[in-house]
């Protein structure tokens, strides 16, 4: 039951939030001469928990306050187990590209505080460690121990929720970022 009450908690003022922050999106859209905002992107991810996106344009030049690119989270669903992590996927990709004239078998780097998005890979059995794309595909996860996403290659904070559930069986965040127009 407490498990319960602490999720209705976070729905609600995840709610109330999303209701605040629409309300000054419409504010912004008039004032700035937005065009409307276009359709959804397709999800980055099918599972696990992705991004997609979507734009709007600028009616008067380059005068209008605010965004053009606006996010929400998508493919929420459990991934099946023999689909695999994510990033490990991504470093996986690079095991048929030469590096340095040879071939290897790239394993992912998880938790590096100083760029959390990037995709960095060690070779398996050697010490060799390379940062093999400067960004993570959208949806990749920040580190193993929270919800925060990578977009765009800029690591999204959850701002809600995080410490009141596991990260398990498909609960993801919900966020509100005014900055970037997460919705």
């Given at each position: 039951?407490?498990?319960?009450?602490?999720?209705?908690?976070?729905?609600?003022?995840?709610?109330?939030?999303?209701?605040?922050?629409?309300?000054?999106?419409?504010?912004?859209?008039k004032e700035g001469a937005w065009d409307a905002w276009g359709a959804w992107s397709d999800c980055s991810r099918t599972c696990?928990?992705?991004?997609?996106?979507?734009?709007?344009?600028?009616?008067?030049?380059?005068?209008?306050?605010?965004?053009?690119?606006?996010?929400?989270?998508?493919?929420?669903?459990?991934?099946?187990?023999?689909?695999?992590?994510?990033?490990?996927?991504?470093?996986?990709?690079?095991?048929?590209?030469?590096?340095?004239?040879?071939?290897?078998?790239?394993?992912?780097?998880?938790?590096?505080?100083?760029?959390?998005?990037?995709?960095?890979?060690?070779?398996?059995?050697?010490?060799?460690?390379?940062?093999?794309?400067?960004?993570?595909?959208?949806?990749?996860?920040?580190?193993?121990?929270?919800?925060?996403?990578?977009?765009?290659?800029?690591?999204?904070?959850?701002?809600?929720?995080?410490?009141?559930?596991?990260?398990?069986?498909?609960?993801?965040?919900?966020?509100?970022?005014?900055?970037?127009?997460?919705?």
């Amino acid at each position: 039951m407490e498990v319960c009450m602490t999720f209705l908690f976070c729905f609600v003022l995840c709610f109330l939030h999303l209701q605040t922050s629409r309300i000054a999106r419409s504010d912004e859209d008039k004032e700035g001469a937005w065009d409307a905002w276009g359709a959804w992107s397709d999800c980055s991810r099918t599972c696990g928990g992705g991004a997609s996106y979507s734009l709007r344009r600028c009616l008067n030049g380059r005068n209008c306050e605010g965004r053009n690119i606006r996010y929400k989270t998508c493919s929420n669903n459990d991934c099946p187990s023999d689909v695999g992590d994510f990033r490990a996927q991504q470093c996986s990709a690079y095991n048929d590209v030469k590096y340095q004239g040879h071939f290897y078998e790239w394993l992912p780097v998880y938790n590096d505080p100083s760029a959390p998005c990037a995709l960095k890979c060690q070779a398996l059995g050697k010490k060799l460690v390379v940062e093999l794309a400067p960004k993570v595909l959208d949806g990749t996860r920040c580190n193993v121990e929270s919800l925060d996403m990578c977009i765009s290659g800029i690591c999204q904070v959850c701002q809600y929720c995080l410490s009141k559930f596991p990260i398990s069986k498909g609960i993801l965040c919900l966020w509100f970022n005014v900055k970037y127009t997460f919705i």
